[in-house]
């Protein structure tokens, strides 16, 4: 595995909440009422019936097993053992299928350019040393014309005062330590690994989440979380 674009110390941190992944109360809690808003972007952008997908960082499955239900082929990665585990089991309970596999983007590339028509990276991107080295993997995965669709948060007071603050310490949605403000990525930025990749930015919107209605949507401002589309020109 590519060790240089891993950290032991984030993927620790995710194994310690893999028990209780699918767990809608639990400390994956966001990411449940995230998720039918983070599918239905992809949905509306491309059609998933029959499309082979690949999502990386995947975790305990959320995603995947959505991407799955709208008739993708699905392969997912992550490097967190204990996670991937907790996703296999949880397919014999939703009788959907994901491939699922313990890789880093990196190494995939490697071994499976062009391979897929859709590849997502939801809320990965801040948990990587060099997400720019995730992005370019992701691009080299992508068939032309295949899509890339990103989410992660903005470097901004208001996502340190919402992420941080807000979810970790003072309503503690999350554990303790879940984020780093430093490792929040800029839409320009963003922007500027997609480029560096040979992608084409086609869509950026913001996420709004209410954590007491638990409520997620589509807003236009980008200060807090925001989710991505990008092109692989053909």
Request: charged share 20%.
């Amino acid at each position: 595995m590519n060790a240089v674009n891993v950290d032991p110390a984030e993927v620790a941190k995710f194994e310690r909440l893999a028990g209780r992944w699918w767990d809608p109360d639990g400390e994956s809690r966001p990411l449940h009422d995230l998720n039918p808003v983070r599918t239905a972007y992809v949905a509306a952008r491309v059609p998933l019936a029959g499309a082979r997908a690949l999502d990386v960082g995947c975790g305990g499955g959320l995603l995947s097993e959505a991407l799955a239900r709208a008739g993708a082929a699905v392969t997912a990665i992550d490097l967190a053992p204990a996670v991937l585990e907790v996703a296999r089991l949880h397919l014999l309970e939703s009788g959907l299928q994901v491939d699922y596999r313990a890789s880093s983007v990196e190494d995939l590339a490697a071994r499976s350019p062009g391979a897929f028509d859709v590849v997502t990276c939801m809320e990965m991107l801040e948990h990587v040393p060099d997400p720019r080295s995730v992005v370019e993997a992701c691009a080299r995965l992508l068939r032309p014309g295949g899509r890339l669709f990103v989410s992660t948060l903005n470097r901004t007071p208001a996502a340190f005062a919402t992420a941080i603050l807000g979810a970790e310490h003072l309503l503690r949605l999350l554990p303790r330590g879940t984020h780093h403000y430093a490792q929040f990525i800029r839409p320009s930025e963003m922007a500027g690994h997609l480029r560096s990749a040979g992608l084409e930015l086609e869509h950026l919107a913001g996420i709004a989440y209410n954590p007491f209605s638990r409520q997620a949507r589509l807003v236009d401002g980008v200060a807090v979380n925001y989710i991505g589309c990008a092109v692989k020109p053909a």
